[in-house]
């Protein structure tokens, strides 16, 4: 079974870049037709989705925040990474690594909370 693990820093200045990683076992990021997104929720809101990487290389972003977020792989370490530029703290939210695929595959990480403070 595939299990993701979400990491990264808790606390993160306005000033700072927020990085996070999601590290994957029980499967590989390059399986066909598997898709990695990054999805997050505000404290008291719904889910949303950031964006993804396809198991091609592929990358796919909400177009509300795709001018600020970069989403990224490392295939040797099998490691799916999510960058936000200048975050607000209004981007304070639990964030989510998630699985889908075209057979309807659907996993999730335990989620990492991150706040965005001075």
């Known amino acids: 079974q595939v299990q993701l693990q979400e990491s990264g820093p808790g606390l993160v200045k306005p000033s700072q870049t927020l990085s996070l990683t999601c590290t994957v076992s029980?499967?590989?990021?390059?399986?066909?037709?598997?898709?990695w997104s990054w999805i997050r929720q505000p404290p008291g809101k719904g889910l949303e989705w950031m964006g993804a990487i396809g198991y091609d290389g592929s990358t796919y972003y909400s177009p509300s925040l795709k001018s600020h977020t970069s989403i990224s792989r490392d295939n040797a370490k099998n490691t799916v990474y999510l960058q936000m530029n200048s975050p607000k703290p209004e981007d304070t939210a639990v964030y989510y690594c998630n699985l889908q695929s075209v057979w309807g595959t659907n996993y999730w990480g335990q989620g990492t909370q991150v706040t965005v403070s001075s």
């Open positions: 029980g499967g590989s990021i390059t399986t066909a037709y598997f898709y």
